[in-house]
C-alpha cells in the first residue's frame, strides 16, 4: 500500500471518528438538556422549543439576542416565574428549535411567535421582554398584535442606524460573521466545534486556548469576547450552551440571521411605533443614551432608563433592575389581565 493511501485512509478514519462522535454527543445533548421545555408545531413540521415557568397573568416572554437562546434569560425566568407565567423560547434555526425556513427579520420572526403561542396555548395578555435583536422582535410583535400586549421591556434594544444599509462601512463585519459562521458549518460536522466548547465551558479550556492561538489575534478576541460574555450566565447552563454550540444548525442559523441585519434595518426604518402600550427601554450607562427622536420611533408611551453598572448585557449586569421593571409592567397590567385570563 503506497504512503499517499495509508495517509488518505488515516484522514478518511479520523473524519468518520470525528463525525459519529458528533452524532452520538447530538443525541446525548438533547436527551440530557432537553427535559425542561417542550417542542410546539408552527406549521410544515417546524417546531419551536418553548420553556414555561410560573403561574397567574399576565405572561411574561422573553426574547434573546441574534445568536442567544432561551438559556441567556435562565437567571431572569427563575425569579420572574415566582410571580407570574412566564416562557422563553428558541426562534427557527437556534438552540433545540427547527432549522429556519424563512428571513430572519423581525416580521417574520413575530408571526412564528404569534403562531407558537397560539399553539401552546399560552394566552394573553403579554409583558414582551427583549434583548438587542429581540427588542426589535418585541417591537414588531407589539405593533401587529396590540390586543395581545400590555407592556414592553427593551433591554438595550438594537440601534438600527449603526448598521447597514444605514453605515454601509459595516458591511464588512457582516461579511465576516457570515464567512467564519460558514466555515464552522463542516467543522462542527466532525465534532472539532464540539472538543473546542466543551474544553472551553466545561473543562480546563486549554485545547480552546490552543485553538484560539492557532487563529492569531481573531481567534484569541472571539475566545475573549466568548469566555467573558458565557461567564456572566450561571454555571449550569454552560454545558447546554456548549452543546447548542456543538451542533451545525446553530451555525447555520446564525449565519441567517447575520445576513439578514440589512433587511431587518430596512423593515425597522419603515416600522408601526408602538401605540398607547407601556414601554421601558433600558439602556446601558456605558453607552449613549437614546435620544427623543429615536425613542418617539418606537412609540408614543416610552420612557428610558439608564442602567448606570451596564454594558449591552444589562440582564446579566444588572439583573434585579430588569426584573423590577418587569414586576411594574405586571403590576401595572394585572387588574387588566383578570378578564382576559377568567
Same mark, same amino acid.
Given at each position: 500500500?503506497?504512503?499517499?493511501?495509508?495517509?488518505?485512509?488515516?484522514?478518511?478514519?479520523?473524519?468518520?471518528?470525528?463525525?459519529?462522535?458528533?452524532?452520538?454527543?447530538?443525541?446525548?445533548?438533547?436527551?440530557?438538556?432537553?427535559?425542561?421545555?417542550?417542542?410546539?408545531?408552527?406549521?410544515?413540521?417546524?417546531?419551536?422549543?418553548?420553556?414555561?415557568?410560573?403561574?397567574?397573568?399576565?405572561?411574561?416572554?422573553?426574547?434573546?439576542?441574534?445568536?442567544?437562546?432561551?438559556?441567556?434569560?435562565?437567571?431572569? =425566568?427563575?425569579?420572574?416565574?415566582?410571580?407570574?407565567?412566564?416562557?422563553?423560547?428558541?426562534?427557527?434555526?437556534?438552540?433545540? !428549535?427547527?432549522?429556519?425556513?424563512? =428571513?430572519?427579520? &423581525?416580521?417574520?420572526? !413575530?408571526? #412564528?411567535?404569534?403562531?407558537?403561542?397560539?399553539?401552546? !396555548?399560552?394566552?394573553? &395578555?403579554?409583558?414582551?421582554?427583549?434583548?438587542?435583536?429581540?427588542?426589535?422582535?418585541?417591537?414588531?410583535?407589539?405593533?401587529?398584535? &396590540?390586543?395581545?400586549?400590555?407592556?414592553?421591556?427593551?433591554?438595550? &434594544?438594537?440601534?438600527? #442606524?449603526?448598521?447597514?444599509?444605514?453605515?454601509?462601512?459595516?458591511?464588512?463585519?457582516?461579511?465576516?460573521?457570515?464567512?467564519?459562521?460558514?466555515?464552522?458549518?463542516?467543522?462542527?460536522?466532525?465534532?472539532?466545534?464540539?472538543?473546542?466548547?466543551? !474544553?472551553?465551558?466545561?473543562?480546563?479550556?486549554?485545547?480552546?486556548?490552543?485553538?484560539?492561538?492557532?487563529?492569531?489575534?481573531?481567534?484569541?478576541?472571539?475566545?475573549?469576547?466568548?469566555?467573558?460574555?458565557?461567564?456572566?450566565?450561571?454555571? #449550569?447552563?454552560?454545558?447546554?450552551?456548549?452543546?447548542?454550540?456543538?451542533?451545525?444548525?446553530?451555525?447555520?442559523?446564525? =449565519?441567517?440571521?447575520v445576513a439578514a441585519v440589512p433587511d431587518t434595518v430596512r423593515e425597522m426604518q419603515h416600522a408601526d411605533p408602538i401605540l398607547d402600550i407601556p414601554v421601558v427601554v433600558l439602556t446601558p450607562g456605558k453607552s449613549t443614551p437614546l435620544s427623543n427622536q429615536c425613542l418617539r420611533k418606537i412609540g408614543n408611551n416610552v420612557r428610558q432608563v439608564i442602567a448606570v453598572e451596564s454594558a449591552h448585557w444589562i440582564h446579566l449586569d444588572e439583573p434585579e433592575l430588569v426584573i423590577d421593571y418587569i414586576r411594574e409592567m405586571v403590576t401595572a397590567a394585572a387588574p387588566a389581565a383578570v378578564p382576559a385570563m377568567a
Open positions: 500500500m503506497s504512503l499517499s493511501l495509508v495517509i488518505l485512509s488515516c484522514i478518511a478514519a479520523i473524519l468518520a471518528a470525528g463525525f459519529l462522535y458528533q452524532c452520538l454527543g447530538t443525541r446525548r445533548d438533547r436527551l440530557r438538556y432537553t427535559g425542561p421545555g417542550r417542542w410546539v408545531e408552527i406549521g410544515r413540521g417546524q417546531k419551536l422549543y418553548v420553556v414555561e415557568k410560573g403561574s397567574g397573568g399576565p405572561a411574561v416572554l422573553f426574547e434573546a439576542g441574534i445568536a442567544a437562546t432561551n438559556l441567556n434569560w435562565h437567571h431572569i =425566568q427563575e425569579k420572574v416565574s415566582c410571580f407570574t407565567a412566564t416562557a422563553s423560547y428558541d426562534r427557527s434555526g437556534l438552540g433545540w !428549535s427547527s432549522p429556519c425556513r424563512s =428571513q430572519r427579520t &423581525p416580521g417574520n420572526i !413575530s408571526t #412564528e411567535l404569534h403562531t407558537m403561542l397560539e399553539m401552546a !396555548s399560552i394566552k394573553p &395578555p403579554y409583558i414582551l421582554v427583549g434583548h438587542s435583536f429581540g427588542g426589535l422582535v418585541m417591537r414588531r410583535y407589539a405593533a401587529i398584535y &396590540p390586543e395581545d400586549v400590555a407592556g414592553v421591556v427593551l433591554v438595550d &434594544p438594537m440601534r438600527c #442606524e449603526e448598521w447597514p444599509p444605514l453605515k454601509p462601512e459595516k458591511q464588512s463585519m457582516i461579511e465576516r460573521v457570515k464567512r467564519l459562521s460558514g466555515y464552522a458549518i463542516p467543522i462542527a460536522h466532525f465534532g472539532l466545534a464540539r472538543l473546542a466548547v466543551t !474544553s472551553l465551558l466545561c473543562r480546563s479550556g486549554r485545547l480552546s486556548g490552543h485553538l484560539a492561538d492557532a487563529g492569531g489575534v481573531g481567534g484569541r478576541h472571539v475566545l475573549k469576547r466568548v469566555t467573558e460574555e458565557v461567564g456572566k450566565m450561571p454555571r #449550569e447552563v454552560w454545558p447546554v450552551v456548549a452543546a447548542h454550540w456543538s451542533r451545525p444548525g446553530y451555525y447555520a442559523g446564525m =449565519q441567517r440571521h
